[in-house]
């Protein structure tokens, strides 16, 4: 198992959240987002899934656009969220950071996506003192897929 220490502002919380308050970022590659929705739509009782990042203020998406997409097109009401401080400054956008944080919310309430995998997430680790990949904040969820319309 990968654990990694993090600023205690970061998490803010887990929760179901309706998918219609989720704002995303990036475009998806549509290869990829229709193998996902695929694998997802032949499940029988519940799945695994890891949850969807977000920003506890915008709720603009950070990580899981792919998954975020896949399950509204599949109807799915309520999806897992991680909910985080997105402008504590242990998160970063890029590598170099080149994309200014306020300007991926500003364009994302706009509906300005940013190309496929143009950010790459990631949080400091107090622990290592190494930049990690924000995935890893990540929660698995057990969605119920004969309650996951409601």
């Known amino acids: ?15 179901l959240i309706s998918i219609d308050f989720l704002i995303p970022h990036e475009e998806v590659l549509l290869d990829k987002k229709e193998i996902l929705k695929n694998n997802l739509k032949y499940k029988d ?22 998954r975020f997409t896949a399950l509204k097109e599949l109807g799915v009401k309520k999806i897992p969220v991680t909910l985080i401080n997105y402008s504590n400054k242990d998160i970063r956008t890029t590598d170099n950071n080149s994309i200014l944080k306020e300007d991926l919310i500003r364009n994302a309430k706009k509906n300005k996506l940013y190309s496929p995998k143009s950010t790459k997430h990631s949080v400091f680790c107090n622990e290592s003192k190494l930049w990690s990949p924000i995935t890893l904040l990540s929660t698995l969820f057990e969605l ?3 309650s996951i319309n409601n």
């Open 144 to 146: 119920r897929i004969n």
């Open 1 to 15: 198992m990968f654990s990694i220490k993090i600023d205690n502002d970061i998490h803010k919380g887990i929760d």
């Open 45 to 66: 009782q519940s799945l695994i899934i890891s949850s969807i990042i977000a920003c506890h203020e915008s709720f603009v998406i950070i990580d899981g656009h792919h």
